[in-house]
C-alpha cells in the first residue's frame, strides 16, 4: 500500500485528534520517521517478547500505516511551504517594479487632469490608501479611471496600453500576495494535518517502546532500541558541552 493510500484510510481517524492533544515533534520528522520504522523492525524481530509483557501484534501491525500517512502530510506541508517561498521571492522582485510603475501612472494621469477638478478628487481618493492591498488596488481602480478618460491621456502622448498592464498587473499581484501572506489569517490545514499524523503516530511508537524498555529493562544495549538515539546523541552533546565548559571555568 502507498503513503499516499495510508494518508486516505487514516485521515478521518488523523482529524479526530482533538487540536488541543497536538503534540509537536522534537526532531525533524524525517529523522522520526526513520526511526519509527527502525522500531518497526526491531519490534518485529522481538514480537515473541514484547508479546510475554502482553502488547499485541495488532499495536504493530498500525505502525507502519501510521508511517506513510505522515509521510504523505509531511510531503504535502513541504509542498506548500515551498510554494509560499517561491510566492516570497517572486513578490521582493516584482513589489518594487509595481509601486514604481503604480507612481508612473499617478504622475502621468496628475498631470493629464490637472483642470478637472472631480477627476482631481478621484485622484486624491484613490492615493489615500497606505496598505499593500491599497496599492494593488489602486492600479485596478486607476486603470478603470484612466480608460473612462482616455482624450485627456492621449493629449499627453500617454501610452494607453499601460492602462491594460496596470489591470494585469493590479490581478498578478493580488494573487502574489494572496499567496504570501494567506496562511496569517487561516489555520494551515496541511500543517494541521501534519501534526495530527505525527500524533497519531507517536501514540503507537511511545507504546512500543514502553514495552519494549519493560521487556528489556535488564539488558541495557537492546534496551537502547526503543528510544530515540536522535535524543540521545542530542543529550550526550549537550553533556559534552557543558562538561566542556565546567572545564574552560576552572
Not at 197 to 216: H, S
Amino acid at each position: 500500500m502507498s503513503d499516499q493510500q495510508d494518508l486516505l484510510d487514516l485521515l478521518q481517524e488523523i482529524k479526530a485528534v482533538p487540536k488541543q492533544q497536538i503534540k509537536q515533534c522534537d526532531m525533524p520528522i524525517g529523522i522520526y520517521l526513520q526511526e519509527s520504522e527502525n522500531l518497526h523492525t526491531r519490534a518485529t524481530a522481538d514480537l515473541a517478547f514484547l508479546n510475554t509483557a502482553g502488547m499485541t501484534a495488532e499495536l504493530l501491525d498500525k505502525l507502519l500505516p501510521r508511517i506513510g500517512a505522515l509521510r504523505t502530510a509531511q510531503s504535502n506541508w513541504e509542498e506548500l511551504n515551498t510554494v509560499r517561498q517561491d510566492a516570497k521571492e517572486n513578490w521582493k522582485i516584482e513589489w518594487p517594479v509595481f509601486m514604481a510603475f503604480r507612481e508612473d501612472l499617478i504622475d502621468n494621469m496628475d498631470f493629464a487632469f490637472r483642470n478637472k477638478e472631480a477627476l482631481i478628487r478621484k485622484m486624491n481618493a484613490i492615493k489615500e490608501g497606505d496598505s499593500q492591498a491599497d496599492a494593488i488596488q489602486d492600479m485596478a481602480n486607476l486603470s478603470v479611471l484612466g480608460k473612462a478618460n482616455l482624450e485627456l491621456l492621449e493629449a499627453i502622448n500617454f501610452d494607453a496600453t499601460l492602462l491594460d498592464k496596470a489591470a494585469a498587473d493590479a490581478d498578478r499581484m493580488s494573487g502574489l500576495l494572496a499567496a504570501v501572506n494567506g496562511h496569517m489569517y487561516v489555520d494551515d490545514e496541511s500543517k494541521v494535518i501534519r501534526d495530527q499524523a505525527y500524533t497519531l503516530l507517536k501514540q503507537v511508537v511511545d507504546e512500543i517502546r514502553n514495552y519494549g524498555r519493560f521487556v528489556f529493562r535488564k539488558n541495557p544495549d537492546h534496551v537502547k532500541s526503543y528510544s530515540s538515539k536522535y535524543n540521545r546523541d542530542k543529550f550526550n552533546a549537550y553533556k559534552r558541552k557543558q562538561a566542556q565548559e565546567a572545564h574552560e571555568d576552572a
